[in-house]
């Protein structure tokens, strides 16, 4: 064990001491794939320990929820995938909490389980359901729980680093190799659900010229490929394929790539580390990490995170078919977005890029469609940020890379700066970080954002 999964697992045996004290205890996550799995990894582990609990799920966390809390008045609190960067209202409202969480921490509280404090990056090493996870082991025999904090952290693109799990998230995966085994493969989504060319034609991260939106153009290029059709002409999942056809497939896609002008860095994305999780049905969803994360998300950030919850929890059921309908919807709206931006362009500045989607993105998935933009299109020597309408002020999304990152920039520290001058509230990680921004003070924000990260940038 590592020093700092050491240091870790001892704060997760107080924090546990505190929790074993309480029959009934509020949950309070967030609502994407990490934010739900943390949910149901604590509500299992809470169920397993005859200790009661409510579910809430919020958006972001700020002082009007914690206000609200501190009226419910909950014995115990535990806030997961959440928390760390609100510590100063958690203490000013008197809330007695644990918090489990990985975002950067502003403050400190006692029963506070973060990376952050033990010398880990929260942006890449520990997710917040690993961390929950590592909580829940402190509980009880919680261990088959450790799919769950996977598909989390590949939920919060951890993988993205090293093209791979490292530190701390790969510990969990390699003391589990009998509930997730790693395999080398096709990084596109739809492995599991999907015929392979429609695997190839919704493929948007990364874009694929030539190929992706064009089924005659994916078809075609399968044929030649000489990928033969199953017995009863229907065509085949990835998963369906031999390995030899794998093979085949992969390095004419990788040729076609080449030959396309896709950029080095988006071609060496096409292959990469995927997670298989062993006790799901081959399949689904759930089999693969990354197609389950999704599907979390599909459901959370359309206000629907107990669906998702639900599925965590083992419903295969109506809860499951609701989350699928809401994939769709999901995806859809990915692809929209995506176009949204292609249409109507980002704007540069000399250490930013931005976009505005004023209403025609949902805030709540702003950031995955900038993320994308700029990962499968965009300029990858600056950040991007994308504004969306909210009802309070603006949504920002900001999103960087690790070369960015590795020279000085910092998104939660820039967007925190920032919102103490203006108003408004903002944090999370290095690499990708999120506010909101005051109406009436956009340009402001933009000016200012830019100074910040250029000053970070000299820096180093
Ligand atoms: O709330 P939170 O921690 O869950 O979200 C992390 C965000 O950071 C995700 O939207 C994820 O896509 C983004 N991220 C990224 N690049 C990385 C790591 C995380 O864009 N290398
Ligand atoms: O919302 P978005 O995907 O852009 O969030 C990126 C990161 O910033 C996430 O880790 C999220 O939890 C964090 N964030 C935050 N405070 C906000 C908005 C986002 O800490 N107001
Ligand atoms: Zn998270």
């Not at 609100?86 to 403050?107: C, F, K, M, W």
């Not at 961390?131 to 996977?150: E, M, P, Y």
């Not at 920032?418 to 933009?446: M, N, R, S």
Request: aromatic residues 6%; contains cysteine; hydrophobic residues 35%.
């Amino acid at each position: 064990m590592s020093e700092t999964m050491a240091m870790m697992a001892e704060r997760a045996r107080e924090c546990a001491e505190e929790i074993r004290k309480h029959d009934e205890i509020q949950l309070v996550s967030h609502i994407d794939a990490d934010g739900i799995t943390s949910a149901a990894i604590i509500a299992k582990t809470l169920e397993r320990a005859g200790i009661g609990y409510k579910m809430m799920f919020v958006k972001q966390l700020d002082e009007t929820i914690v206000e609200k809390l501190a009226d419910i008045n909950p014995k115990l609190t535990i806030f997961t995938d959440l928390g760390s960067g609100q510590l100063e209202h958690i203490t000013n409202y008197g809330l007695n909490a644990i918090v489990s969480d990985h975002h950067r921490p502003q403050g400190d509280t006692k029963f506070h389980l973060n990376p952050h404090l033990f010398g880990a990056n929260g942006s890449y090493e520990i997710s917040g359901s690993g961390t929950t996870f590592i909580l829940a082991t402190q509980l009880g025999d919680n261990r088959d729980l450790a799919d769950l904090a996977i598909v989390g952290c590949i939920g919060d693109m951890q993988y993205r680093k090293h093209g791979k799990l490292v530190s701390l998230n790969k510990m969990i995966l390699e003391a589990n190799p009998d509930i997730i085994s790693p395999k080398k493969d096709i990084s596109l989504f739809g492995k599991q659900t999907r015929p392979v060319y429609k695997m190839l034609q919704y493929s948007s991260d990364p874009f694929i010229p030539g190929l992706t939106g064009k089924e005659d153009a994916c078809i075609d290029f399968l044929s030649r490929v000489g990928l033969q059709f199953s017995n009863d002409e229907k065509w085949r999942r990835w998963i369906d394929l031999s390995e030899e056809e794998k093979v085949k497939v992969t390095s004419s896609l990788l040729q076609h790539s080449m030959q396309s002008g896709m950029s080095s860095y988006n071609i060496g994305r096409l292959v990469s580390e995927g997670y298989i999780l062993l006790a799901e049905k081959e399949g689904t969803e759930m089999r693969d990490a990354s197609e389950y994360s999704t599907l979390l998300n599909a459901t959370g950030r359309y206000m629907k995170a107990e669906i998702g919850m639900q599925v965590c929890m083992g419903d295969r059921g109506e809860a499951y078919r609701e989350a699928q309908d809401l994939l769709s919807n999901h995806r859809k709206n990915l692809v929209d977005g995506l176009n949204f931006v292609k249409d109507n362009g980002i704007i540069e500045l000399s250490h930013l890029q931005y976009f505005d989607a004023g209403n025609a993105i949902p805030e709540t998935i702003v950031g995955i469609v900038a993320g994308m933009s700029h990962s499968s299109a965009g300029n990858r020597k600056l950040p991007i940020l994308a504004f969306a309408d909210k009802e309070d002020g603006y949504k920002v999304s900001a999103r960087g890379t690790q070369e960015l990152v590795n020279r000085g920039l910092n998104l939660a520290d820039a967007l925190n700066i920032v919102c103490q001058e203006l108003g408004g509230a903002g944090g999370g990680h290095d690499i990708a970080a999120g506010a909101t921004v005051p109406f009436g003070k956009k340009e402001e924000f933009i000016q200012k954002l830019n100074s910040a990260i250029k000053a970070q940038l000299v820096k180093t």
